[in-house]
């Protein structure tokens, strides 16, 4: 079992920066597919990015490619997941998850270890 708590949210203004981290607990943390996912307000979660065990591949969703970066640190148990260039739409509940896959996966329901989330609010 892995338990995930996600970091590092805030308010920025529009072409800003924040880098959310993802802290993990237990031994295994190399084990996992990691993954980020946000929640806006009245839409559903979905997908922004996910990383491999060993971190040599990464995938994301079209709308933050070039604009994020997700990485791990499987020393520390950690994932990261730099923000740039901001936009209002990117507001939302960011989620880190993990996921015993080996492959990268973007559904939900793949991921089944998840953080309560932390806020990221870009402002125009």
């Known amino acids: 079992q892995v338990q995930v708590a996600e970091s590092g949210g805030g308010l920025v203004q529009a072409g800003g920066s924040l880098r959310l981290s993802c802290a993990a607990s237990?031994?295994?943390?190399?084990?996992?597919?990691m993954g980020w996912f946000r929640q806006a307000p009245g839409k559903e979660r979905e997908f922004v990015a996910a990383?491999?065990?060993?971190?040599?591949?990464?995938y994301y969703v079209d709308s933050v490619k070039g604009r994020f970066t997700i990485s791990r640190d499987n020393a520390k148990n950690t994932v990261y997941l730099q923000m740039n260039s901001l936009k209002p739409e990117d507001t939302a509940v960011y989620y880190c998850?993990?996921?015993?896959?080996?492959?990268?996966?973007?559904?939900?329901?793949?991921?089944?270890?998840w953080g309560q989330g932390t806020q990221v609010t870009v402002s125009s």
């Open positions: 990383i491999s065990r060993s971190g040599s591949i990464t």
């Open positions: 237990g031994r295994t943390f190399s084990s996992y597919t």
């Open positions: 998850a993990a996921s015993s896959d080996i492959t990268i996966r973007t559904g939900l329901s793949r991921y089944k270890h």
